[in-house]
């Protein structure tokens, strides 16, 4: 393929992308204060309902990556959207028994359509993974704030016909994408010890991430606190998120394992304050810190988990488990002791990154002897 085609279809891949963050963003936002207007008083279940996702995807990953190494890429991004429009359309009929089923065709969206943008970025080159992220961040920036705005303005309705519009769009979008440089890879492609490495890191992270990112809002809801707080805090991050994505896409010699260990450690500091954050400038700084380190963490992990792998499709697959197994046990554990402990417990969930910060040190003085 041409320069020009490969660009061409990067910039699809991009834009595909941002509108699947940014609608994705705006219905996991309305998401745990939807089950709360629905009668569900239980944290515990609220955290259960909200992993129920995960459950899907971490069985449907290495399935997907495996099938986008085959059939190519783009077509897997097609099947996700298509998941993504049922599931908000399950979330619209106001039950909770539906919700369920919504999240079940979310996970399936997340299984086949994440692995395999970063697949089709991963086959391009590092630069391209770099360039991914920043469309990931652009879409982080505006998926929570319009989420928030959206479910104050209206209710999780407004919320989830709005992602069910952008999610229509982007089918349409997809369907227009040029072929790719390269279908696949080789069907001799293994899978290297560093994606299990930076799968668990990934898992940790996740775990942190969603636990706070579940019952802040609820904690918000409970107390009669705007959720737009939340989406201030989440916002706030993806736009400072865009400074290291920006730098390290352009300097990506950058890139290392000191780095990473840093990235997490001050991305645990912002999670920490956002814990204990009550009023708009306190979530507003949280955010800032968070989305300094969050930015960094994403495009290291990647880079140093799958770039140059052969088995793209797979790799993803593998190391985006992470995220389902963190997304899994965090929302509902963090559930049953929020539920025992009250919200207060959420200020100890962000301590669990320092397991990977001195992982992360430990492997950057491995490689520097």
Avoid at 204 to 215: D, G, K, L, P
Avoid at 263 to 290: N, Q
Avoid at 340 to 351: D, E, T, V
């Amino acid at each position: 393929m041409s320069r020009e085609g490969a660009s061409g279809f990067l910039s699809a891949v991009n834009v595909a992308t941002l509108l699947f963050f940014l609608a994705n963003g705006i219905a996991i936002v309305a998401m745990p204060p939807y089950l709360r207007d629905l009668g569900i008083s239980s944290e515990a279940a609220i955290g259960a309902v909200v992993s129920t996702a995960f459950f899907v995807s971490v069985v449907l990953r290495p399935i997907g990556g495996f099938l986008g190494d085959r059939v190519g890429y783009v077509k897997l991004m097609r099947l996700g959207v298509f998941f993504a429009v049922i599931a908000q359309v399950m979330y619209l009929m106001h039950n909770v028994a539906t919700v369920v089923v919504g999240r079940l065709f979310h996970g399936a969206a997340i299984a086949t359509f994440l692995p395999a943008s970063i697949a089709a970025s991963v086959r391009e080159g590092v630069s391209s993974l770099a360039s991914r992220s920043l469309a990931v961040g652009i879409g982080n920036v505006l998926g929570p704030l319009v989420g928030s705005l959206a479910y104050d303005a209206g209710g999780a309705p407004v919320s989830f016909l709005l992602a069910a519009s952008l999610h229509g769009v982007n089918s349409v979008l997809i369907g227009r994408a040029p072929p790719p440089s390269r279908t696949g890879t080789s069907i001799g492609g293994r899978l290297e010890r560093r994606v299990l490495t930076f799968m668990l890191l990934l898992t940790v992270f996740a775990i942190t991430y969603m636990s706070i990112s579940t019952f802040v809002p609820v904690k918000l809801k409970d107390r009669g606190l705007p959720i737009a707080f939340w989406g201030a805090f989440s916002s706030t991050a993806a736009v400072a998120s865009l400074i290291p994505r920006v730098f390290l896409a352009r300097s990506p010699s950058h890139i290392n394992y000191a780095v990473a260990a840093v990235a997490t450690a001050a991305a645990s500091v912002g999670l920490y304050l956002a814990t204990l954050a009550e009023d708009l400038p306190s979530f507003v700084l949280a955010g800032v810190i968070y989305g300094l380190g969050q930015g960094a963490v994403v495009i290291t992990y990647q880079v140093l988990a799958l770039a140059g792998s052969r088995a793209a499709g797979l790799s993803s697959a593998v190391y985006t488990m992470g995220w389902d197994f963190g997304s899994i046990v965090g929302p509902a554990a963090a559930g049953w002791v929020v539920e025992r402990a009250g919200f207060s417990a959420l200020q100890l969930m962000p301590f669990l990154l320092l397991a990977n910060v001195v992982a992360l040190t430990l492997l950057y003085a491995l490689r520097s002897r």
